[in-house]
C-alpha cells in the first residue's frame, strides 16, 4: 500500500504495520491502553496533547528570544546565542 504523506525509510514502520494502523487492526491501540475512557476518541486526546504541546514550544521560543546575548542561557539550536 502507498501512504502519500509517508515515505518509508529503513524497517523502523513497515507498510504492513502502517496498513494495520489505517485499519485499527493492530494491538495495544484500544482507548484502555491509553487509559481513557471507551466514549473517548483517541485521535481527540492526541489533537489535545499536541496542541499543549505546541503552546508550550511557542511559549518556551518567546522567552528564549527575549534573552540578551551575555545570558548564560542554553544557546540556541545551531549554537547562536
Not at 487492526?25 to 482507548?31: E, F, H, R, V
Request: zero cysteines.
Amino acid at each position: 500500500m502507498k501512504f502519500s504523506a509517508i515515505n518509508i525509510q529503513g524497517n523502523i514502520l513497515s507498510g504492513e504495520i502502517l496498513e494495520k494502523i489505517r485499519n485499527e487492526d493492530i494491538k495495544y491501540q484500544s482507548n484502555a491502553d491509553f487509559g481513557l475512557d471507551k466514549n473517548t476518541p483517541i485521535r481527540e486526546e492526541i489533537n489535545i496533547a499536541w496542541t499543549a504541546v505546541r503552546a508550550h514550544w511557542t511559549a518556551f521560543v518567546v522567552r528564549r528570544d527575549r534573552l540578551s546575548e551575555t545570558d548564560p542561557a542554553p544557546q540556541k539550536p545551531g549554537g547562536v546565542g
